[in-house]
């Protein structure tokens, strides 16, 4: 089945320390998006890639990086300069063009103590 | 620019009555608009989509929306609400060709039995 695998589905860090969320998808998709998810703020874009080997800062891509070496995969990255880490992260895909809907994966749930 | 404003964070219907959940949108040019539904610490699942044509779009589990351009409003209905529809809802917007979703704030709907 096609879709879009996020790993891990929790994940506990220590503060200070990088960590890296990995996105996965077989949809044969061009672009991707990675969207930071609070209670009670909706969905905010950190980065996306609409080709591979480039990638765009959403709106709040402070303390995020991200890279795009292969079309089915864009991991982002957590800083250590990242204030506030704790959060949903959402990750999805679609072909390029207005029109078609984002696919989302499941998510990871970050926690950073 | 575009926004999204989905009013009401918590809507609370009982079962059977009918379920209006409401997004207006600011958009500089022709809308995409989306609905999204998201269960407990899962990603999103597009409900229904307006790109063009009818303005009246019927989606997944009974759910329609219609587009009105003169109140720049994409309310989301369904007739009777059944125990599964509770969740959280996101209203979306996107300027063509960009694949890029700006999302309401999001709407928690309670289904009383």
């Known amino acids: 089945d096609g879709g879009i695998t996020q790993s891990p589905k929790y994940l506990f860090r220590k503060e200070g320390q990088n960590v890296t969320l990995s996105c996965e998808q077989n949809l044969n998709h061009d672009a991707m998006y990675w969207y930071r998810q609070d209670p009670g703020q909706g969905l905010r874009l950190i980065y996306y890639?609409?080709?591979?080997?480039?990638?765009q800062k959403g709106d709040i891509a402070e303390g995020y990086s991200v890279s795009r070496e292969k079309k089915e995969s864009f991991p982002l990255t957590v800083t250590s300069a990242q204030k506030n880490p704790t959060a949903f992260y959402l990750c999805?895909?679609?072909?390029?063009?207005?029109?078609?809907?984002?696919?989302f994966g499941n998510g990871t749930r970050l926690t950073v103590t | 620019a575009q926004s999204v404003t989905q009013l009401g964070s918590h809507v609370s219907v009982s079962e059977g009555a009918l379920v209006l959940l409401r997004c207006n949108y600011s958009s500089s040019v022709p809308p995409y608009l989306f609905w999204y539904v998201q269960y407990p610490n899962q990603g999103l699942q597009l409900l229904l989509k307006y790109t063009t044509g009818a303005t009246l779009v019927k989606g997944i589990n009974g759910f329609e929306a219609e587009f009105k351009k003169s109140e720049t409003s994409f309310h989301l209905t369904k007739p009777s609400a059944h125990m599964s529809d509770a969740a959280e809802y996101f209203c979306a917007v996107s300027a063509q060709n960009t694949g890029k979703l700006i999302f309401g704030q999001g709407t928690t709907l309670q289904v009383k039995p």
């Open positions: 999805a895909s679609t072909h390029i063009g207005g029109n078609s809907p984002l696919h």
């Open positions: 890639s609409q080709i591979v080997n480039d990638f």
